[in-house]
């Protein structure tokens, strides 16, 4: 039975999730550092098993991203990254104020499951910038 949490995941379990699931890899150290900062966490359990996860970051009323929305591949297509945005999404829908900027950085071909709630690309007005330490 998989299990829906609202609390940070462990930073190993999270590094690993991150990895299978194809995105960008993060040190442990740097994990253990942010995990305990966001506003809101989503996490999904198979057992002890970490399968998906979701965070909400940001300065709490002014700007919030949505961040490592993530599917351990051997559970995708089974609903669970909409079952996350949806938790995600009624948070932000109890504590928005007018004018509250929610952004999120989609890789393709996930930016159809953000589309659902309402998401919408920023360009040519605008394009995402970032930069990565190595």
């Keep these: 039975m998989i299990e829906m949490k609202y609390e940070p995941p462990k930073a190993e379990a999270y590094c690993d999730l991150r990895r299978v699931a194809g995105m960008s890899e993060k040190s442990v150290a740097a994990a253990r550092k942010g995990l305990g900062n966001a506003c809101f966490d989503v996490t999904l359990y198979d057992n002890v098993k970490l399968i998906g996860m979701g965070r909400l970051i940001g300065d709490g009323g002014t700007a919030f991203q949505i961040i490592d929305i993530a599917v351990d591949p051997e559970y995708q297509g089974q609903g669970y990254g909409k079952k996350i945005m949806t938790e995600i999404m009624n948070y932000l829908n109890q504590i928005a104020e007018a004018g509250t900027y929610v952004s999120l950085i989609a890789d393709y071909p ?11 690309a920023t360009e040519p007005e605008a394009g995402g910038m970032y930069r990565r330490y190595t």
């Design 110 to 120: 996930a930016d159809q499951l953000y589309k659902q709630f309402g998401f919408e």
